[in-house]
């Protein structure tokens, strides 16, 4: 792409931003989505039949999910969540791709959250590429011992990766989340 294209793409994207949702199972994608988004979601949850699943929920994504958050300002941001599950993974290149934005949930209550987080950022990198990212720490009510070192472990990252606590099901919390990268995509957008 010539550097003209790219701004041009670029800055179509500040104008309308993509901000992609992921994580593992249970995280609280489809969740934190429907809790923010300014339209009924178009959610693709299905009844699970997965052991891993079924051990938290009944219903997971098979999909994705999509919303949209109006600014103050009048812009659109456009939402998506992936589903969590590695066998949908080929939807995780299709909509993490021309993102601006990556939120990625890590679920304190799982067996291993680190481990869940460094196999989602190590994914997700190569697709997002440059495009910032932010994690929301879910379930810190049921794991609470995770949270400091998970933030620990993203602090020495290079560049660093912020991380809060959040419960997906409170739009304050979520919201904050997104608008703290939406701060860093450009800080005209929450003007
Ligand atoms: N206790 C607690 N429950 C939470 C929190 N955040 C989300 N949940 C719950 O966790 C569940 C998350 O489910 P989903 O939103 O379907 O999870 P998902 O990440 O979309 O999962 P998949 O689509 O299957 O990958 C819901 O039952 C939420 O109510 C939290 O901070 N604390
Ligand atoms: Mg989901």
């Keep these: 792409m010539s550097i003209t294209a790219e701004n041009s793409a670029s800055a179509a994207r500040r104008q309308r931003p993509k901000i992609v949702f992921t994580g593992s199972v249970g995280a609280g994608k489809t969740t934190a989505l429907k809790t923010i988004s300014s339209i009924p979601p178009v959610t693709t949850d299905v009844r699970a039949s997965e052991a891993e699943v079924l051990a938290v929920k009944d219903e997971t994504t098979v999909a994705m999910d999509y919303g949209h958050l109006m600014l103050a300002s009048g812009v659109k941001v456009d939402l998506y969540a992936t589903p969590g599950q ?43 590429r440059d495009a910032p990212m932010a994690v929301g720490i879910t379930k810190a009510d049921e794991g ?48």
């Design 86 to 128: 590695e066998r949908f993974s080929f939807m995780w290149d299709i909509l993490g791709k021309g993102s601006t934005g990556l939120i990625l949930l890590a679920d304190a209550s799982r067996p291993d959250p680190l481990a869940d987080l460094a196999f989602f950022l190590e994914r997700f990198r190569p697709i997002v």
């Design 144 to 191: 609470a011992g995770a949270v400091e070192p998970l933030q620990q472990y993203l602090k020495q990252l290079d560049p660093p990766v912020p991380a809060v606590a959040v419960d997906a099901r409170e739009a304050v919390q979520v919201k904050r989340l997104v608008f703290s990268l939406l701060l860093r995509i450009d800080p005209g957008l929450l003007r």
